[in-house]
């Protein structure tokens, strides 16, 4: 396989999971160089990765040779970025949302060429038990579906998991309405900082329903502090026709008279006095491997073997070997979806979204 070879445009959080990832699989991904316009951040992230930093689009353009550009800067600042790299022939992997509000990402689709090559970073349909949940419902085990209720993302994140397992290709007209939830808890670890000192903090949850006209229904549940907090889990419920899928469990119909259930069983190399690296090896279902780990033995989180998933997508599309994983059109659609699911939580009033 071909190395890939990227550049990526901003120097914050998101971007060091890219710089990780190339760093722990020199044989599949090369960082030309990253684009950095603080001085100071720009010369603290070359040295720490070691990899070369620029301050202007030109300078950039006049050393890369690269498949494609990661964009990992602010929602305000992604479409002028988007505009500027395919107007420029750059294929661009653009971080999550593309655009900051509903009226800048109808601007945005209307300005980009039919040419542009662009996907949108959404990694979360890729990790590793969601990609196996996905594998069961499209090989028919729950029949057709009908219902999530999904707590295990934020935002448009979580409504591309909802509209991947309801299995929506396009916009499919609903009514969302919703809540917005505030209580306490106690305050832990947020990306690499601890507290101090043991006290509680305010803690939001969002609630929405969306009615989609087709008969289909989900409920988003998620609180913020999920991500971090061990006292804050994921949960999961999706349901079909001929049965469900809970967390890792699995119960359907074989026939009116045959019922199974099972669990999606994770495994992991380098346990219990074994001498190879600890890593995920994959996800069993019985003797079924509906997720094999491209990247194994390689120790990387299950976001990371995510976003290298999106990374090797991306080149292949971006060499125009397969289509796009995940397209714009279908960003936009559930980013559009989260704008009104957003809308919904802070009026407490229906909103209506059209395809």
Known sequence: ?????????????????????????????????????????????????????????????????????????????APEWITGLTERGIAVLAETPPAPDADSLRLLRRSLSPEARIQVAEQYPLQPLHHARTALIRAGKIGEPVHVQASVAHGYHGISLIRQWLGHQGAVPCTISGQRLVSSVLEGRVRDKLPEAERLKESTQDLALFQFDNGQSAVLDFTYDQYFSPIRRNRLLIRGTRGEIRDSCVDYMADFRTAFSGVLQRVMTGGEGS???????????????????????VPLTDEELAIAELLLR??????????????????????????????????????????
């Open 1 to 77: 396989m071909d190395k890939i070879t990227f550049a990526i445009v901003g120097g914050g959080w998101r971007s060091e999971f890219y710089l990780r990832i190339a760093a722990a699989l020199p044989d599949r991904f090369h960082v030309a160089g990253v684009l950095l316009r603080d001085p100071q951040k720009r010369l603290a992230l070359s040295h720490r990765w070691n990899v070369r930093a620029y301050t202007d689009i030109s300078e950039l353009e006049g050393d890369w040779s690269v498949d494609f550009t990661v964009l990992t800067v602010s929602k305000t600042a």
């Open 275 to 297: 001498l190879e690296p600890l890593s995920l090896e994959g996800v069993l279902w019985g003797e079924q491997w509906l997720y094999r780990n491209p990247f194994h033995p």
């Open 314 to 355: 991306m080149g292949q599309y971006a060499k125009g070997e397969t289509g796009a994983a995940y397209s714009f059109q279908e960003a936009a659609v559930d980013t559009e979806l989260a704008f009104c699911m957003e809308q919904a939580l802070a009026t407490r009033a229906p909103v209506r979204f059209e395809a």
